[in-house]
């Protein structure tokens, strides 16, 4: 089968790696995958790192187009990389060198859009998000502007013409059928969670040596959806426990703005670390944490969120300490018994007595483990996104599904 694979997340993000390259080098054993990813000028820049991708892209067998990602001004840049991805997409779908469009993300998808119609292609709206909601819930778009009616507009015509749509989280499914059960009749719609690669993110070989706590956050502290407010909070209430714990964040963001939120807060940014580390130095430091802070502002938007870190963790064995109200993140940490859940500010100090006192638990590590195995594996990621497009190509020929075969 010949897939045509259009993300705006480049391939150079550490996001990019654990969410598109993963499931591809899988995906390529039985499919012969083009990728077109729009990567930021710095990273663009960075020719080593352009070079590590594109030898394991080349290994895989998947031929790579990166395109370059513009800023500003912010509308008429969007519009731009709009042309130049929909340009790219039509020369290599046009007479049907493409089976299946697989569009993750909105912006894609508004691409596979026209160029379904054009070549008739069938197209996967792989959403990641409900894209509008998270928006509204970051400041950055008004509910009810013309911008957002706009945006609104193209996601329920990319829902009606999608072969098929991924969700990350069965709570944004259920969600999406309760609301609109028009638009979703008879579509094929399934749930593949935020996977991580399992063969990176693993327990440390020996236990934890016993000592100050380390309390870790990574990714993106910055995005107007993380609640800041809460991961300070955690911060603080942790250190009134255990005085000579560690905090550290791992991100790309600004330190100078971090720095500056963390005193607004009451924290004091002497006493962490904030540091970016190139991705493949993320796994073995993940390793290191006796737990994971997260905090997200909940609501609809969040119903479709399914936080890689929070996968990443559990493959390593390390347990989370977070708020609920995010996809299936409730259910999951109370269900397999892998983390703290805290809503508010004024229920930290419980929280925080709470986490200190489950990390004593010695099976804690190879639950978080097994929890990540059953439910966050690359592996089954892969299998589930074969599946769907074989139900597309069954479909289309009029022909039974064909046999899976297993994707190691």
């Given at each position: 089968?010949?897939?045509?694979?259009?993300?705006y997340?480049?391939?150079?993000?550490?996001?990019?790696?654990?969410?598109?390259l993963?499931?591809?080098?899988?995906?390529a054993?039985?499919?012969?995958?083009?990728?077109?990813t729009v990567e930021?000028?710095?990273?663009?820049?960075?020719?080593?790192?352009?070079?590590?991708?594109?030898?394991?892209?080349?290994?895989?067998?998947?031929?790579?187009?990166?395109?370059?990602?513009?800023?500003?001004?912010?509308?008429?840049?969007?519009?731009?990389?709009?042309?130049?991805?929909?340009?790219?997409?039509?020369?290599?779908?046009?007479?049907?060198?493409?089976?299946?469009?697989?569009a993750?993300?909105?912006?894609?998808?508004?691409?596979?859009?026209?160029?379904?119609?054009?070549?008739?292609?069938?197209?996967v709206?792989?959403?990641?998000?409900?894209?509008?909601?998270?928006?509204?819930?970051?400041?950055?778009?008004?509910?009810?502007?013309?911008?957002?009616?706009?945006?609104?507009?193209?996601?329920?015509?990319?829902?009606?013409?999608?072969?098929?749509?991924?969700?990350?989280?069965?709570?944004?499914?259920d969600?999406?059928?309760?609301?609109?059960?028009?638009?979703?009749?008879?579509?094929?719609?399934?749930?593949?969670?935020t996977?991580?690669?399992?063969?990176?993110?693993f327990?440390?070989?020996?236990?934890?040596?016993?000592?100050?706590?380390?309390?870790?956050?990574?990714?993106?502290?910055?995005?107007g959806?993380?609640?800041?407010?809460?991961?300070?909070?955690?911060?603080?209430?942790?250190?009134?426990?255990?005085?000579?714990?560690?905090?550290?964040?791992?991100?790309?963001?600004?330190?100078?703005?971090?720095?500056?939120?963390?005193?607004?807060?009451?924290?004091?940014?002497?006493?962490?670390?904030?540091?970016?580390?190139?991705?493949?130095?993320?796994?073995p430091?993940?390793?290191?944490?006796?737990?994971l802070?997260?905090?997200?502002r909940?609501?609809?938007?969040?119903?479709?969120?399914?936080?890689?870190?929070?996968?990443?963790?559990?493959?390593?064995?390390?347990?989370?300490?977070?708020?609920?109200?995010?996809?299936?993140?409730?259910?999951?940490?109370?269900d397999?018994?892998?983390?703290?859940?805290?809503?508010?500010?004024?229920?930290?100090?419980?929280?925080?007595?709470?986490?200190?006192?489950?990390?004593?638990?010695?099976?804690?590590?190879?639950?978080?483990?097994?929890?990540?195995?059953?439910?966050?594996?690359?592996?089954?990621?892969?299998r589930?996104?074969?599946?769907?497009?074989?139900?597309i190509?069954?479909?289309r020929?009029?022909?039974?599904?064909?046999?899976?075969?297993?994707?190691?």
């Amino acid at each position: 089968m010949k897939l045509l694979y259009l993300s705006y997340t480049g391939l150079a993000e550490p996001l990019g790696v654990s969410q598109v390259l993963g499931y591809l080098t899988r995906l390529a054993k039985k499919h012969q995958i083009t990728l077109v990813t729009v990567e930021k000028p710095a990273d663009l820049a960075d020719h080593a790192l352009i070079a590590e991708r594109r030898q394991a892209c080349d290994a895989a067998g998947i031929r790579w187009i990166p395109l370059r990602y513009h800023h500003r001004p912010r509308l008429l840049a969007t519009a731009w990389d709009l042309l130049v991805l929909t340009a790219i997409a039509f020369r290599e779908a046009i007479g049907g060198k493409t089976d299946i469009i697989h569009a993750r993300a909105y912006i894609p998808c508004f691409v596979a859009v026209l160029i379904g119609a054009l070549t008739r292609t069938p197209f996967v709206f792989d959403t990641r998000a409900f894209w509008p909601e998270e928006l509204i819930a970051a400041n950055r778009l008004k509910r009810g502007s013309l911008l957002h009616r706009a945006i609104v507009g193209m996601e329920r015509l990319c829902m009606r013409r999608a072969a098929g749509i991924v969700l990350v989280t069965h709570a944004a499914a259920d969600h999406l059928r309760a609301h609109d059960p028009e638009l979703t009749a008879d579509k094929d719609i399934v749930s593949i969670p935020t996977c991580a690669d399992l063969n990176r993110f693993f327990p440390q070989a020996a236990p934890r040596p016993s000592g100050p706590l380390r309390i870790g956050s990574v990714g993106t502290v910055l995005s107007g959806w993380f609640r800041i407010d809460l991961l300070f909070a955690s911060f603080r209430e942790i250190r009134r426990i255990a005085p000579d714990a560690s905090f550290s964040i791992l991100s790309r963001d600004d330190p100078d703005r971090i720095r500056a939120l963390a005193a607004e807060h009451d924290f004091d940014a002497a006493d962490m670390e904030i540091t970016a580390l190139a991705p493949g130095a993320v796994a073995p430091r993940m390793r290191t944490f006796d737990a994971l802070a997260m905090f997200f502002r909940s609501g609809t938007s969040k119903l479709a969120s399914c936080p890689t870190r929070m996968a990443e963790a559990l493959g390593s064995g390390v347990p989370v300490i977070c708020n609920g109200g995010i996809g299936d993140v409730r259910t999951i940490v109370q269900d397999h018994r892998v983390g703290v859940l805290v809503d508010t500010e004024d229920d930290m100090a419980t929280a925080a007595a709470e986490l200190v006192s489950f990390l004593a638990d010695p099976n804690l590590p190879e639950r978080c483990r097994r929890t990540a195995e059953d439910l966050f594996s690359t592996n089954a990621g892969a299998r589930d996104y074969d599946a769907l497009y074989a139900r597309i190509v069954a479909r289309r020929s009029g022909a039974a599904s064909p046999v899976e075969l297993r994707l190691q």
